[in-house]
């Protein structure tokens, strides 16, 4: 079972920019795929954003598509995103997930949650 800790959440204008990490802790047969999920007050949680374990393919719920970035760094075992132009609605509990694969990233299943980190964007 792989542990995860998110950090870098905060409070940010509209238009300003945050990056979210996720550092991955504990022992797996393989590196794992890696996403983020964000729960907005009120609403489901919904998918953000996926990367494969070695960093080759990625995919991007289409509400953030050109505005988020993921990204990862495996000999730190972190994962990243990159939050650019924020507005109110990006407001959210941001959570890293680590599953066998980018389907079941994608998916929400078969995996690992972090314990969230909170994004405020103040108009």
């Known amino acids: 079972q792989v542990q995860l800790v998110e950090s870098g959440g905060g409070l940010v204008q509209v238009g300003g920019s945050l990056r979210l990490s996720c550092a991955t802790a504990?022992?797996?047969?393989?590196?794992?795929?890696m996403g983020w999920f964000r729960q907005a007050p009120g609403k489901e949680r919904e998918f953000v954003a996926a990367?494969?374990?070695?960093?080759?393919?990625?995919t991007y719920a289409d509400s953030v598509k050109g505005q988020f970035t993921i990204s990862r760094d495996n000999a730190k075992n972190t994962v990243y995103l990159q939050m650019n132009s924020l507005r109110p609605e990006d407001t959210a509990v941001y959570y890293c997930?680590?599953?066998?694969?980018?389907?079941?990233?994608?998916?929400?299943?078969?995996?690992?949650w972090g314990q969230g980190t909170q994004v405020t964007v103040s108009s």
């Open positions: 997930y680590a599953a066998p694969k980018l389907a079941a990233v994608v998916a929400g299943t078969s995996g690992s």
């Open positions: 504990g022992r797996t047969r393989t590196t794992p795929a």
């Open positions: 990367i494969s374990w070695n960093g080759g393919s990625t």
